[in-house]
């Protein structure tokens, strides 16, 4: 299985400043078609999961562009660039290259 | 617009079979490139993968619980549902339906969720 490894565990911020949440994986996440199946997810106090990102870098529709994720190989980065209250959450990375699926397990954003 | 909800028992005892139902409506699983997953989350930790099932009716299960889940769908109905085996008080958690796409390998939407607890 391919673990996902994300740090750091919680992540205290101001209103308005910058988050970063890093994940690694124990193994390339660059399939054969040569695309990088790395998926971010957020997921708000009480509620499902959401996709926030796919494939690294794409944002899905409807999700603010103050998040962007960045990476390649076994390194990936979810950024923030201004963190607002309803950012507030777990956020996951998870991959999709081979199966079984998995996860990291979660960094905490909160606001200090 | 794109639902999925899950349905089953909230209680279950040890060693019981659970089966849960995830209805969903705004896709077909009878379009290319299209999938329902299950996952679940234990209360506080995060999320694990069950088992997956394509339009193409091809299955993919966690192999560490493949010995306990059977995935299947009803496109006539519009619904997936998932067996578990031998349930355990470990199996306590919410369990959620997901749209997949194959294409971007990405789970695109997910449902609420619903929580079975395992007890005596």
């Known amino acids: 299985d391919i673990v996902m490894t994300q740090t750091p565990l919680s992540s205290p911020v101001t209103l308005g400043q910058p988050a970063s949440i890093s994940c690694r994986s124990s193994?390339?996440?660059?399939?054969?078609?040569?695309?990088?199946?790395l998926n971010w997810l957020q997921q708000r106090p009480g509620q499902p999961p959401r996709l926030l990102i796919y494939?690294?870098?794409n944002r899905v529709s409807g999700v603010p562009d103050r998040f962007s994720g960045s990476g390649a190989g076994t390194d990936f980065t979810l950024k923030i660039s201004r963190v607002e209250a309803e950012d507030v959450g777990i956020y996951y990375c998870?991959?999709?290259?081979?199966?079984?699926?998995?996860f990291g397990g979660g960094t905490t954003v909160e606001i200090k | 617009q794109i639902t999925l909800k899950e349905s089953g028992p909230t209680l279950v005892k040890p060693t019981q079979t659970l089966t849960l139902t995830c209805t969903f409506s705004?896709?077909?699983?009878?379009?290319?490139?299209?999938?329902v997953g299950w996952f679940r989350q234990s209360p506080g930790k995060a999320l694990e993968w069950l088992a997956l099932i394509y339009w193409n009716d091809d299955k993919r299960y966690s192999p560490s619980l493949k010995t306990r889940l059977t995935i299947t769908k009803d496109t006539s109905k519009n619904q997936v549902a998932l067996t578990m085996t031998n349930m355990d008080p470990v199996d306590t958690a919410t369990y959620l339906c997901t749209q997949w796409s194959q294409g971007a390998r990405r789970v695109d939407l997910w449902g609420q969720g619903a929580l079975v607890t395992v007890s005596s």
């Open positions: 193994q390339s996440l660059v399939d054969s078609d040569g695309s990088t199946y």
């Open positions: 494939k690294i870098s």
């Open positions: 705004g896709f077909s699983l009878t379009t290319s490139g299209m999938g």
């Open positions: 998870m991959q999709a290259r081979q199966f079984p699926l998995t």
